[in-house]
């Protein structure tokens, strides 16, 4: 019963933190329909950041933090404008590809920085975050990943559905031309998503990071994991990507629990593959509303 | 004998026949028969068995590239599942050789028969999904591919690998690379008569009507499900087909090779040869393969001559930078692939010195 | 240059993909205030126009290669439509494309761009006002709502953004006949309430003629011919080529047409 609890408990945590990577990603699908390929490296990055800064710059742990996610953000602008915006208007495989040759520069350099080594972080984060029920312990790094998953969640919600801004991403996302002749700024729009996608993607790497250590490989093949969570959830769904999430985390840590370690990869996209004849669309993902 | 045909200054078709035409002119007929003449009568003759063996892997890469530019650059339908493909031909090759003692030229075929069967289940996402979710069911493919392509240890001996028997043909023991050579080049010419072909008959123009406008496809009366589940078919046998001469050139086979980097690169081969463009294929194919060796032999270059001695370098990052850069820069600069960069230097050599 | 022009056309060309032609020296002139129609069959280059003057050609690869247009006073030609926009120029794109997974209200909203930040409430009662069919629609996704209430739903979209110039792309397309005229009138209640300055292209000559204060025709790229309204109404080659008429001024029948085409005079 307790290892059930325990499983329980570390499938939905994990199931936020990948919510969390999620969400950046969604984030540049709704404005932009791009399905970004490099968003592990992008979680990489962050943790990358966050690490160099804390033990190589020996910044305080507050700091080197918001320097991470200012870093990342800048990032996630300076890509969309080397890269993104000459493509603006392409067919969709340019795009994919594109992210995907991406992704392959990022791991390369990263590759070449800091090599293929597994890095752990100074332990930092105060104990007394943890929760202790009877036997069940969820350790700190889970907590911050529950609640900074959940604190997204409501403010992207609200940014999407209520202010300007938001809507006008929705918009773009929506047709281009259109939002054009209305005077929406839409590079700005594509840079502000990439920009927040990026400082969300920095924010999930360091977790990550906290919790299995930092190594390129290793964070860079959770942006394959984030592709199951987003389909699952729809890919333009905000709080799918939360469901989507906790639905793959609690999926694998069963499987892994109970089943065997080396089907822990596999069965996410075996569940994906049934649910999406189910529903195409994901489980909260738009129907496409076609007229010929 | 009928008059030969030049190149025109202009299109000027006046039937349907002329559209369907693969050679717009006797001219390039000539060329391209000669070239493949030469190509036979030559390079397996001056290649040293380094080379030889490169340009087969070009060979092989091509038939599996113009497999998958059946499915992206005509049928529309993005499928990051084909290195898997090439796996389970390679596979499905190895299991008839071994298991079923299966001579050379039977386990090929049915190798990508096989693989085209594997194909089509998973296809049949591609009912309901479209775009951006079908290219993750085709990932999710992958994935499912690879695990049992490891746990199944019963059929495919898991991490082990299997070892095939040597290939003969008609009597005669195919050993080495000038053997193969001819093999991966007549079956390459023969597979890319057969693309060519297929794109001019009526499945091939459904192909192309389910890319530009599926609804509009279906409304002329194109049953799209079974079209896409036939280009997958078609897709999937280009690869088992790669994959089995693979097996048998390579002699054992790993799981390891067949991940999604392969897909990757294949995709990377249609994209940067340019979609929707059989030639283009084996330009990109051969654009890959040499770009891989080239960076392979520059990294052992600077670990044998120590400059880089002090820094911990292996080919992994390297490698993934330029192959990146490669993609990027193609995408962003000559989006319709080297075939657009082909065409573009082949009419200003035609039409120069007045480029109008 | 008369006081009271908003916007002048210089015998501007337009080119697309560096190669084809669509627009070969075309002038307008545009007053405060007036509704300005655009007539021309099919492919005669009025979206084009309206295109340069609201910079959205940029998208499509086309550009204004000679000419000046000239907007209060200032040159805009191959401006950014960002800028243009916020200069006071809105178009309203031909054939409707509305934002299909917003609702309605969010439609509307998306017309704040020029003006972000600002307050808008007052704007939506307005619209509404000059929308009724709307109201019950707001929460329903724009893609679920039919033809006229999704040209209501962009022309809206447009006047949020309190465009001095709205440039209309066939409002009229696809719509029943008592749909249009309801249109129609609103666009003129628009013009008269809110002072706007309307281009407006149509098929529909006979309705767009009956708002209009002035008009041109286009032909393959050139203006062929301008007048005032009632004028151009009383001009026996647009009676003949655009509003289906006899020469006589009775509707044409079958008994009438005669088996050569009538030759358009300023061919």
């Known amino acids: 019963m307790d290892f059930l609890i325990q499983l329980l408990v570390n499938g939905i945590s994990i199931g936020f933190l990948y919510g969390l990577a999620a969400m950046g990603f969604v984030m540049i699908f709704k404005s932009s329909s791009v399905l970004n390929f490099a968003h592990g490296e992008l979680l990489a990055a962050g943790a990358f950041i966050f690490l160099t800064l804390v033990t190589w710059a020996k910044l305080p742990i507050f700091l080197a933090f918001v320097i991470t996610l200012a870093g990342t953000f800048v990032l996630g602008f300076v890509i969309e404008r080397l890269f993104l915006r000459p493509l603006i208007g392409e067919p969709l495989i340019y795009v994919i590809m594109l992210t995907v040759g991406l992704a392959s520069i990022f791991k390369g350099l990263m590759l070449l920085i800091w090599g293929g080594n597994l890095y752990i972080y100074p332990d930092f984060l105060p104990a007394h975050l943890s929760i202790q029920m009877g036997s069940i312990n969820i350790p700190p790094v889970y907590v911050i990943s529950i609640v900074i998953g959940l604190l997204f969640l409501t403010l992207f919600g609200f940014f999407f559905k209520f202010s300007s801004q938001g809507i006008y991403m929705r918009s773009v996302a929506d047709n281009q031309t259109a939002s054009l002749s209305l005077g929406v700024n839409v590079r700005r729009v594509f840079a502000l998503s990439w920009a927040i996608a990026a400082l969300v993607a920095g924010m999930s790497g360091i977790i990550l990071g906290i919790i299995n250590g930092i190594n390129v490989h290793d964070l860079s093949s959770v942006g394959l994991k984030v592709f199951p969570v987003v389909i699952l959830g729809g890919l333009d769904s905000i709080g799918g990507a939360i469901v989507g999430g906790l639905i793959i985390g609690l999926l694998e840590t069963f499987t892994g629990g109970y089943l065997s370690p080396s089907l822990r990869d596999v069965v996410p996209y075996i569940v994906l593959v049934f649910i999406l004849l189910v529903r195409p669309y994901g489980l909260f993902g738009l129907v496409e509303i076609e007229r010929v | 004998m009928r008059k030969l045909h030049f190149h025109p200054c202009g299109n000027f078709r006046e039937g349907y026949e002329q559209e369907l035409t693969i050679y717009e002119t006797d001219f390039g007929r000539t060329a391209v028969f000669l070239s493949l003449v030469l190509l036979f009568a030559l390079v397996p003759v001056i290649s040293g068995p380094y080379v030889l063996y490169v340009i087969n892997i070009i060979g092989i890469a091509s038939i599996a590239a113009i497999g998958l530019n059946i499915l992206v650059g005509y049928t529309g339908q993005i499928s990051l599942g084909h290195g898997a493909f090439f796996g389970v031909g390679a596979y499905a090759g190895a299991i008839f050789a071994t298991a079923l003692h299966v001579p050379f030229w039977v386990a090929v075929p049915c190798a990508g028969l096989v693989t085209a069967l594997i194909g089509m289940i998973f296809g049949i996402p591609s009912v309901r999904l479209k775009g951006l979710y079908l290219t993750i069911a085709t990932l999710a493919g992958q994935f499912i591919i690879e695990y049992v392509l490891v746990h199944w240890e019963t059929l495919t001996k898991g991490t082990m690998g299997i070892v095939l028997p040597k290939a003969t043909l008609f009597g005669i023991s195919l050993e080495g690379d000038r053997a193969f050579f001819y093999i991966i080049f007549l079956s390459l010419i023969l597979m890319t008569y057969i693309a060519v072909n297929i794109m001019r008959t009526r499945y091939g123009r459904a192909f192309v009507a389910i890319r530009d406008n599926d609804q509009a496809a279906e409304g002329m009366g194109i049953p799209i499900f079974r079209y896409k589940l036939l280009a997958f078919a078609i897709s999937s046998f280009y690869a088992g087909f790669a994959g089995a001469i693979w097996a048998y050139y390579m002699i054992s086979i790993t799981t390891e090779p067949f991940n999604l980097g392969l897909s990757v690169e294949y995709l990377a081969m249609v994209i940067i040869g340019g979609m929707g463009n059989i030639a283009g294929s084996i330009f990109g194919a051969t654009f890959i393969t040499v770009l891989n060796e080239i960076l392979r032999w520059l990294t052992d270059v600077f670990m044998n001559t120590g400059i880089l001695q002090g820094v911990e370098l292996s080919i992994a990052p390297i490698r993934e930078l330029a192959f990146g850069f490669t993609i990027v820069l193609f995408i962003l600069f000559e989006p319709r692939g080297l075939a657009e960069v082909w065409r573009i230097i082949r009419s200003s050599f035609r039409l120069w010195p007045f480029s109008y | ?267």
Not at chain 3, 1 to 6: A, Y
Not at chain 3, 213 to 237: C, F, R
């Open chain 3, 1 to 267: 240059m008369k006081d009271n022009t908003l916007l002048q056309l210089n015998n501007i060309s337009v080119v697309y993909s560096d190669v084809i032609q669509v627009l070969k020296g075309v002038s307008l002139l545009v007053e405060q205030n007036k509704i300005v129609s655009l007539l021309g069959s099919n492919g005669a280059g009025k979206t084009t126009t309206l295109k340069a003057i609201s910079g959205l050609l940029k998208p499509e690869n086309g550009k204004v290669t000679d000419g000046t247009l000239m907007y209060e006073g200032k040159e805009i030609q191959n401006s950014a439509p960002e800028d243009i926009t916020r200069m006071g120029i809105i178009q309203v794109l031909e054939g409707r494309q509305p934002f299909k997974y917003l609702t309605i209200e969010e439609n509307l909203r998306v017309g704040t761009a020029t003006r972000w930040g600002k307050p808008y409430k007052k704007d939506m009662e307005l619209i509404y006002d000059y929308f009724p069919p709307l109201v019950k629609r707001k929460k329903t996704l724009a893609g679920y709502c039919s033809g006229g209430e999704l040209q209501m739903l962009v022309i809206g979209r447009a006047l949020i953004a309190h465009p001095k110039l709205l440039l209309l792309d066939e409002p009229s397309l696809g719509l029943a006949p008592l749909v249009v005229k309801e249109i129609f009138k609103i666009i003129r209640r628009i013009n008269e309430e809110q002072g706007t300055t309307i281009i407006l292209v149509e098929q529909n000559a006979n309705m767009a003629l009956q708002i209009a204060h002035y008009g041109y025709v286009m032909e393959n790229g050139k203006i062929v011919m301008e007048g005032k309204a009632d004028e151009l109404k009383k001009n026996p080659d647009v009676r003949e080529f655009y509003l289906g008429m006899g020469a006589s001024g009775l509707t044409k029948s079958y008994k009438d047409v005669k088996a050569y085409k009538r030759r358009k005079r300023w061919l």
